[in-house]
């Protein structure tokens, strides 16, 4: 038995170093368990030397691996094939590593919470599985931390084990897992064997090479069982950060979904990952239509360089703040959006994505506009009316014989004028009728005392606004006259303004008949309005018609006056 | 005789819908020694009056006449390259951009601005 034990062992431990290209003390523990050490050869073979991985990234991630095993003779021995003490992966074609190269392998960071976020990320992003990456690559480097979380947390690596799976594919990601079963054997085994002595040709590898041997042994232990607290904090942490991340966007997309703005998520160049209901809502596209670029299409085609311009820029400035038209997929028209979006970043700075808004301020523009087109409305009615003021002015001077006639008459114009301002600024709304504006002018002279004197009589007429001012202070000019000098100021007379309204071929007209009996010829020869060239008979006889395409007599008889006003209804737009 | 700067012997066609407007402008151009053509205060009117008129040296044109703008009178007198103030009580900003470089004189005006404005 013992023997052919060591007959057969002669030809086990041959194949071994034939392979290896020296004998590992690995294959020689145990040699009361040979049956053990034979299936552990077989396995090696088949999930190590025989995998057909490439033989660099196996014995590469072998070394990686075994960085977090307390027992320190898997990670010398292998980084000795690595070196070319032996050979990597028992592959006689392998290229040895170079004295820097095992160094920095050895001196790979292990990644924190965010870094592993990122990796993990890169890798569930490949569309299409790859090759394995080649040594020294940030590929290979993603694919070791992500085979790492798999080997040292089997129980919370779902995340990593996928992006692995999409990163590689099945076939790959199958042997990966037999190759990590194979470590994780060898590692447990050397934990069994305490006695398990470096090989010489490492003692003298590691005698030569002070900071190898640092690496791999002396601090190396404590190393490892920091970086593998480390790493599993930083795997807790990960989890749990993603947990609660998806706790609180599930809280905050219901808060989200109760606000009036339209919300989006993006990352990097605007790229929407996520749509609000509102916004399916306004636009009338699903999300999932919405998602990448797909939002552009709702924006206005006139606004949409502008915006994907602005993106380029967003990163930059930290800020996205921009107003654009949105189609109202109800209304089937644009409606102007403010838009903003502020980056989240990681702990470093990154931005890992953008939240924005969108609000609706096509009502507040409208508002603006509307309010540009008053003021300057404004502007001209003010600066108009001190031109009307100015002329008020000087005709009443060429009227007036003494500063005090000048007083009384201009002041009273000055009033008829504000009284007419006055109605049409309260008129912004509603239309002036002919009554309204005959009434104000009569009762600003207190005429209702004599009201059994005075017959006012006509249909409802609206007055076009263009026509009120000029109307105004031409039936101011009649009332104060009947007033001072006419029908008013005699114990007899009578006063009657009667309207109608009809049409010809310039279109609807209103005809006014201003009819004052019982009057005093010779007291009303005295009128400044009566006298011709007066300011209240060019006012009829020149202005109306100049200015409101009306046609007007004025006609004092022994006893009687008679005026007739007769001007069109329409707009003049409309008449051309 | 004719300055530079003067009006005098000049005919000015004067567009100003409110009549005494109109009217003051109108002597106040006569008495600078002005010829003054209308005034008128319609587009249509005004677009006749220039038709009719072979020799124009400048005018003065009220922005908003009534319900209209004057923009069709201005473009006739810009074709046969008559120079032309804006009277207005207008803001520049409300001005469309093919006349933003039309000379505007805020009324009331003073006609040595006008004759300044149009022949200065």
């Known amino acids: ?576 | 005789m004719m300055g530079p700067n003067s009006l005098t012997g000049r005919r000015v066609l004067l567009v100003e819908d409110d009549y005494f407007i109109a009217d003051e402008l109108r002597r106040d151009l006569a008495k600078s020694g002005a010829e003054v053509l209308g005034p008128v205060g319609r587009v249509d009117e005004a677009l006749a009056l220039i038709g009719r008129t072979a020799h124009i040296d400048g005018a003065v044109l009220d922005i908003k006449l009534h319900d209209e703008m004057v923009y069709p009178v201005a473009d006739a007198l810009l074709e046969r390259g008559v120079p032309f103030v804006f009277a207005t009580g207008y803001d520049k900003s409300v001005i469309p951009a093919p006349y933003a470089k039309v000379r505007r004189c805020e009324k009331p005006f003073e006609p040595e601005i006008v004759a300044k404005a149009l022949f200065g």
């Open chain 1, 1 to 576: 038995m013992q023997d052919e034990r060591s007959r057969e062992g002669s030809s086990f431990t041959k194949a071994v170093a034939e392979r290896f290209g020296l004998l590992p003390n690995f294959f020689c523990s145990a040699p009361a368990a040979a049956g053990l050490i034979d299936e552990l050869w077989a396995f090696a073979k088949s999930a190590y030397l025989d995998s057909p991985l490439p033989s660099l990234f196996k014995e590469r991630l072998f070394v990686h691996l075994s960085r977090f095993c307390e027992v320190r003779y898997c990670i010398v021995r292998h980084l000795g094939f690595l070196l070319g003490e032996g050979r990597p992966s028992g592959d006689r074609a392998a290229t040895p590593h170079t004295l820097a190269q095992a160094l920095a392998l050895l001196r790979r960071p292990v990644p924190d919470t965010t870094a592993l976020d990122h990796v993990l990320g890169r890798l569930e992003a490949h569309a299409q599985p790859s090759e394995l990456p080649a040594p020294e690559t940030q590929a290979e480097t993603d694919l070791f931390d992500a085979l790492t979380v798999m080997f040292l947390v089997p129980q919370r690596s779902a995340r990593a084990r996928s992006g692995v799976q999409k990163a590689v594919g099945d076939k790959r990601f199958e042997l990966l897992v037999a190759f990590l079963a194979f470590v994780r054997t060898a590692h447990y085994w050397t934990e069994m064997h305490p006695e398990l002595a470096y090989e010489p040709d490492m003692c003298a590898v590691m005698e030569r090479q002070p900071e190898l041997a640092r690496l791999l042994l002396a601090t190396g232990e404590a190393e490892t069982a920091r970086a593998n607290a480390e790493l599993r904090q930083t795997i807790d942490d990960l989890h749990r950060a993603k947990g609660s991340l998806r706790e609180s966007d599930a809280r905050l997309r219901a808060v989200i979904a109760g606000i009036p703005q339209l919300v989006w998520q993006a990352v990097r160049g605007g790229e929407w990952t996520w749509a609000s209901p509102q916004w399916t809502e306004y636009t009338g596209r699903l999300e999932e239509n919405s998602l990448g670029f797909g939002w552009l299409d709702a924006v206005h085609p006139d606004d949409r360089e502008k915006v994907v311009l602005h993106w380029g820029e967003a990163e930059h400035l930290g800020t996205f703040d921009i107003a654009y038209r949105l189609c109202h997929a109800a209304d089937q028209r644009y409606r102007w959006f403010r838009t903003r979006a502020k980056p989240m970043r990681d702990g470093k700075g990154n931005v890992v994505e953008w939240l924005g808004t969108s609000t609706d301020v096509d009502n507040l523009r409208q508002m603006q506009e509307r309010q540009e087109v008053l003021v300057a409305e404004l502007q001209h009615r003010t600066r108009n009316l001190l031109a009307v003021v100015r002329s008020i002015a000087s005709q009443t001077i060429r009227g007036s014989e003494t500063l005090g006639d000048f007083e009384t008459a201009f002041s009273d114009r000055l009033t008829a004028l504000s009284r007419v301002q006055g109605l049409l600024s309260r008129a912004d709304g509603e239309p002036i009728t002919m009554r309204a504006l005959l009434g104000s002018e009569l009762e600003a002279l207190g005429a209702e005392e004599q009201s059994g004197r005075i017959v006012v009589q006509g249909p409802e007429v609206r007055l076009r606004k263009g026509s009120v001012q000029t109307f105004a202070l031409a039936l101011h000019e009649l009332a104060t006259n009947a007033r001072k000098y006419g029908a008013l100021a005699t114990e007899s007379g009578h006063l009657k303004v009667t309207w109608q309204t009809y049409a010809d071929e310039t279109g609807p007209r209103l005809a006014l008949e201003w009819q004052e009996t019982g009057l005093d010829r010779e007291q009303e020869e005295l009128s400044p309005t009566t006298k011709p060239g007066g300011y209240g008979r060019e006012l009829i006889e020149h202005a109306l018609p100049y200015a409101l395409k009306a046609r007007t007599t004025y006609d004092l008889g022994e006893a009687e006056l008679r005026c007739t006003i007769d001007l069109p209804l329409a707009e003049s737009t409309r008449e051309n």
